[in-house]
Structures are given as C-alpha cells and as structure tokens.
T-cell receptor
C-alpha cells in the first residue's frame, strides 16, 4: 500500500527563493498535517486540514509560509521568500478523521530543506 | 506546562533485554489518545502504538507495550527483547480534541550488542 508521498526528498536553495513542498496523502485519509522538525524546537505542527479545509494554522510561523489543499490527494506548503532559519525537515502526515480520535497519523519520509 | 514530557534524553539497553521509555502528559480533557512513534536515523516517522484514555487494558503491539497509568498521567513505552534495529529516537505524543498531535522532545535509544 502506498504511504504518504512527499517531494522533493531534499531541497537546497538560496535565501530569497520560493520553495514549494508537495504531499500526497494516503488514499481515503481525510486529514492532512504539515510538521516541521528542527533540533532546537523538535516537531511542530504548522497547519492541518480536514476534508481539504484548513482547520488550524496557528503553527505557521510567518506570512512567508502558506499551505493549500486543492483536492483530497494533494497539498503544498510554500515558503516565499525563504530564509536560512527555515532550514529543517518538513513532514506531511495523514489520517482518518472520524468520530473518535483513534486514528494514528501516518507520516511521509519528509523533505530535508536547506536554505543557504 | 509541557503537554508531553520525556525526561530521558538518551538510554542504553543491552540487546535482548527490555527497556522502558518514560512519558508523562498534561491534559484537562477526559477523552484523549496517546501515541508512540519511532524515528530511526534514516529520518522517517513510524507509528508504533496507541492508547486511548478510556481503554481499560494496556495496549500491546508485538514487542511494544504501553504502561498506562492514568492517575499518574504517564504512558511509558516498554520494548521487550531489544534488537539492534530498535536503536532510534522515540517520541511520545498526545491527541486531544481536534485531531492535533503534540509531541514530546524524544528519547534516543541505543541498543548495545
């Protein structure tokens, strides 16, 4: 079974450039999450969607960050303009949102982003 | 207050022995879920085990079990018969209302041969 698919796996770019991270959730999952992992701050939830609708974006650090989910099988996280402090591993995860909270989130392999 | 506290930055265990990774949590919700994830050096996040706040029995999944003590607000992960492949970072996380996971800082486990 295909898991959560993220692309690219690695991204190295210069400060000021636009960065777009992509995610394809597991088919049938209706919740999607974007996380950022750094040594200093650990794993942080940036934003999550239920049924393609953004529910909580309180973790998005600045206006430079934006996320979209145009359909149930695709989401993007965009950083424009990028800065060196955005360097991190970005994870996408998906789960089934139902009447309980028992559904674990399944993570993609992450995108390792380096901003020079 | 921290939602999830993992007090052990690093742990060593001898191969084939059992190890307990500590996790305490803070919540005022009555309904919540506790999760453990494994992150090997390759970086992926692997779901291991889940415990619901209303579950009366401790969760088990193969060599993983969760020692859930609700009154103490602890959800320790027990790995039995440790293997070299268990060497990884382990994260405890809580899900309250709203489908959001909040992670602890993690514990690095090293299994010695």
């Amino acid at each position: 079974d295909a898991g959560v698919i993220q692309s690219p796996r690695h991204e190295v770019t210069e400060m000021g450039q636009e960065v777009t991270l992509r995610c394809k959730p597991i088919s049938g999952h209706n919740s999607l999450f974007w996380y950022r992992q750094t040594m200093m701050r650990g794993l942080e939830l940036l934003i999550y969607f239920n049924n393609n609708v953004p529910i909580d974006d309180s973790g998005m650090p600045e206006d430079r960050f934006s996320a979209k989910m145009p359909n149930a099988s695709f989401s993007t996280l965009k950083i424009q303009p990028s800065e060196p402090r955005d360097s991190a591993v970005y994870f996408c995860a998906s789960s089934i949102m139902g009447g309980t909270i028992r559904s674990p989130q399944h993570f993609g392999d992450g995108t390792r982003l380096s901003i020079l | 207050a921290q939602k999830i506290t993992q007090t052990q930055p690093g742990m060593f265990v001898q191969e084939k022995e059992a190890v307990t990774l500590d996790c305490t949590y803070d919540t005022s919700d009555q309904s919540y879920g506790l999760f453990w994830y494994k992150q090997p050096s390759s970086g992926e996040m692997i779901f291991l085990i889940y415990q619901g706040s209303y579950d009366e029995q401790n969760a088990t999944e193969g060599r993983y079990s969760l020692n859930f003590q609700k009154a103490r607000k602890s959800a320790n992960l027990v790995i039995s018969a440790s293997q070299l492949g268990d060497s990884a970072m382990y994260f405890c996380a809580i899900m309250e209302y709203g489908n959001k996971l909040v992670f602890g800082a993690g514990t690095i486990l090293r299994v010695k041969s």
